[in-house]
Each structure stands twice: as structure tokens, then as C-alpha cells.
């Protein structure tokens, strides 16, 4: 069982950010839910969190800061940007924007995006926790994949006290609401998900906004801009290289003929940390194809990791509209 300790306490603290820099996992509360932090730049601490929420799917996750100012060195802020930050943080609001060119936030943070989803959180001690690490920390909520999101500290324990060292605990959470998230990526502002803060308080600073339509992810993969897609085909499952392909292996199925492989030792938390970084590196100019070998446990494509690498692929692979 992880400890529970209080966040108020900077002993506590300091040992949470020592843990988060050293690619561990930390639940903490925010004004909104309990998060389940980890290291954003770190692509294996990112994958943890997969791995112990038992997520299906690689969605973006929304990365934490302490102010503006290190919200605005990881994504380009324009003037609805300042507007809003100005108005809105600290608080249960999140903005997706475009990646600096400097942005050291992993790619599976951003499930392969080139946009980030920053947010400064209300509750001013884990803005503490946030400055203390000196790392943007991406959390989603302190639940197991398919359960409500935990807005007390013994929620946390009993979702995932076994599976992480440390929760910090800072009472029940102020908003209990996850926060609203507002994609400024684009020309048109869409708004991703209804959380803590109002439409039309949204509205009344930028003008309109667009709702983001529920069916839009699944119906066109690679068109919107949640779901990233190489421009080269992808063919899964191969187990032979054809001609000209490039070959992306796991657990060294292909030696020799591999321009890169997810994990040579079939580690299903080296292949997800790989993942984004190494399809971005192979869908270069003048690739048509990537060949991609089996991804599974034992045999078994849908479990743990693998479901989550897994329905990546194919959503890559589909036919883009
Ligand atoms: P959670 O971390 O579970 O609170 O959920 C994060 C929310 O932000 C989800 O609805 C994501 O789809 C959305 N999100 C995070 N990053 C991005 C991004 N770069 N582009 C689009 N949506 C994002
Ligand atoms: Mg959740």
C-alpha cells in the first residue's frame, strides 16, 4: 500500500518531487480531481500512468505548471491565450496549444500531438508541489481506467494505493468537476470537453467557440486533430519486410532488417514510451509504408499495454477520409 502523506506538509512535498523527477508516480489533489502525476518530459513515466490506470487507449493527457509563464514556454500563446489565462488561471480551465519549438514534453504525453494541453491548477499547494518539481507533470485523474474520478485521498488509496509509493492529501476537492478544456490550437476556438468553467464565461472574453462534436474522433482518424497519423501507410502484424518498406519491430522478431524496434526485449512499457517518437522518426519524406511486427503479452494483443499500443496502430493504419 502507498502512503498518504500532507501535501501541506513540505517535507512531504519535497520527497513527492524527488519521486515525480525520478520517474515515479505521485497522486495529488487539485482543485478539480485527484491527479495521477508523473515527470510530462519522461515518455517511460508517462507510460506508467497507462500502464496503471489500465487505460485502453493513448489519449492526450493535460500537463500541470505553476504559472502562465511556464504554461507559455511550453505551448505558443497568442492574444485569446493571454486573454484567457489572464482571466482564468490558476483554475479548472485547460488550453490546448501548439508546441513550442523548444517544448520538452514527451510525445505520448501529447499521444504523438503537436499541441499540448497545459493547465495551471487552482489549489495553490500543488502549485507548490508543481514548482518545487520544476517539471510540467501530466496527470490525468487518480482512477482506474472506467471508474469515476477520485475527489478525496482515500478514493485514490483505494483505486491505486497498491500501485503507486505516494499520495499526497489536501482534503476533499473544491471543484469535484474536471476542468474545462479549450483547444486554441487552431484558428476557430473548439471547446474539447465542459468542465469547471462556462462556455459562456469562455465566450464573453473570444467570442464564439465551437463544440467539438462527440462522433468526430472515430468516424475520421488522422483528420482531426486529436488523433495523430503518419503520412506513410501503415501494414500491422508483418512479419516479413517488403520492398519498399520501412520496419518497425518488437522483441527483435526481424534482426538485421529492422530500422527500429519498440522494445528488443518485448518490454510493453519500452514499446509505449517508444511508440510516438520512433513512428514520428520513420514517417520521414519518401516512406510509403511502415510495417509494423505483432504487438502482444504472451501471445495476447489486447492485454495490458499492448490493447492501448494496439488500437493506436489501427487507428493510424485506417483509411483516412
Ligand atoms: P484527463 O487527463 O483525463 O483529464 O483528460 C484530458 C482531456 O484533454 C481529454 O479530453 C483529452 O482528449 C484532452 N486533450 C489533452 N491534450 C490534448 C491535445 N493535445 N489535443 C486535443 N485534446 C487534448
Ligand atoms: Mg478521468
Not at 75 to 104: H, N, S
Not at 121 to 132: H, I, K, Q, T, Y
Not at 203 to 232: F, K, N, R, V, W
Amino acid at each position: 500500500m502507498s502512503v498518504a502523506r500532507q501535501i501541506s506538509d513540505s517535507s512531504a512535498r519535497r520527497e513527492a518531487a524527488d519521486l515525480l523527477r525520478s520517474g515515479e508516480l505521485v497522486a495529488f489533489p487539485t482543485e478539480t480531481v485527484y491527479g495521477l502525476g508523473a515527470d510530462a518530459t519522461n515518455e517511460t513515466a508517462v507510460a506508467r500512468i497507462f500502464e496503471v490506470k489500465g487505460r485502453p487507449r493513448f489519449n492526450p493527457l493535460i500537463s500541470h505548471v505553476p504559472s502562465t509563464e511556464a504554461a507559455f514556454a511550453l505551448g505558443q500563446a497568442d492574444a485569446r491565450a493571454e486573454v484567457i489565462a489572464e482571466t482564468f488561471w490558476p483554475g479548472p480551465l485547460t488550453l490546448v496549444l501548439k508546441r513550442t519549438a523548444a517544448c520538452p514534453i514527451a510525445w505520448l504525453t501529447s499521444a504523438g500531438l503537436d499541441s499540448v494541453a497545459l493547465r495551471v491548477p487552482g489549489f495553490s499547494v500543488a502549485r507548490d508541489l508543481l514548482s518545487e518539481v520544476g517539471r510540467p507533470i501530466a496527470a490525468p485523474s487518480a482512477n482506474r481506467s472506467g471508474r469515476i474520478s477520485p475527489t478525496t485521498a482515500a478514493h485514490v488509496a483505494l483505486e491505486l494505493g497498491d500501485r503507486i509509493p505516494l499520495i499526497l492529501d489536501g482534503g476533499p476537492c473544491d471543484v469535484g468537476l474536471e476542468s474545462t478544456v479549450l483547444d486554441l490550437s487552431g484558428a476557430t476556438a473548439r471547446l474539447l470537453r465542459p468542465g469547471g468553467v462556462n462556455r459562456s464565461e469562455i465566450e464573453a472574453l473570444i467570442g464564439p467557440i465551437e463544440l467539438a462534436q462527440a462522433g468526430d474522433t472515430i468516424t475520421a482518424p488522422g483528420m482531426l486533430a486529436s488523433h495523430y497519423a503518419p503520412d506513410a501507410a501503415l501494414r500491422l502484424n508483418a512479419t516479413t519486410c517488403q520492398m519498399g518498406e520501412v520496419f518497425l519491430d518488437f522483441g527483435s522478431t526481424l534482426s538485421g532488417e529492422a530500422e527500429a524496434d519498440l522494445s528488443s526485449s518485448s518490454d510493453l512499457m519500452e514499446a509505449a514510451a517508444n511508440l510516438f517518437a520512433l513512428l514520428r522518426a520513420l514517417d520521414r519524406p519518401g516512406v510509403t509504408r511502415i510495417a509494423v511486427a505483432p504487438i502482444h503479452l504472451h501471445g495476447d494483443p489486447e492485454s495490458g499495454l499492448a490493447a492501448a499500443i494496439n488500437d493506436r496502430l489501427r487507428r493510424a493504419a485506417a483509411p483516412r477520409g
